[in-house]
Nanobody, 124 residues
Framework: VQLQASGGGLVQTGGSLRLSCAASGRTFNSYSVAWFRQAPGKEREFVAAAAVQNSHTYYDDSVKGRFTISRDKAKNTVNLQMNSLKPEDTAVYYC??????????????????WGQGTQVTVSS
């Protein structure tokens, strides 16, 4: 599976962006998908996931109610709609695919496939 992330950019506080991750490979729909982010000088952190096992979505508390993850199985894509953006959302965002167990859905080690990252910058 190969992943290609896009949609990042510069936006003002309170604005919105929609990230997309296009996947190649016929098995993509059998994987859980997630978005992680990494700010300068910080470790990569979990943002959101859509689990293939139960079709549930999971969010970090910092983005809950503002971000929405969705996948289009027909198009082999996963999207992240980001609303009410804050300066602390500034980071490189990575999409990922894998088969983590539900209890580890937010851990990067469970994902074996990663996109190249797309920069999101939120100005104050």
């Amino acid at each position: 599976v190969q992943l290609q992330a896009s949609g990042g950019g510069l936006v003002q506080t309170g604005g919105s962006l929609r990230l997309s991750c296009a996947a190649s490979g016929r098995t993509f729909n059998s994987y859980s998908v997630a978005w992680f982010r990494q700010a300068p000088g910080k470790e990569r952190e979990f943002v959101a996931a859509a689990a293939v096992q139960n079709s549930h979505t999971y969010y970090d508390d910092s983005v809950k109610g503002r971000f929405t993850i969705s996948r289009d199985k027909a198009k082999n894509t996963v999207n992240l709609q980001m609303n009410s953006l804050k300066p602390e959302d500034t980071a490189v965002y990575y999409c990922a695919a894998g088969r983590p167990i539900i209890s580890s859905i937010s851990r990067s080690l469970g994902y074996g496939y990663w996109g190249q990252g797309t920069q999101v910058t939120v100005s104050s």
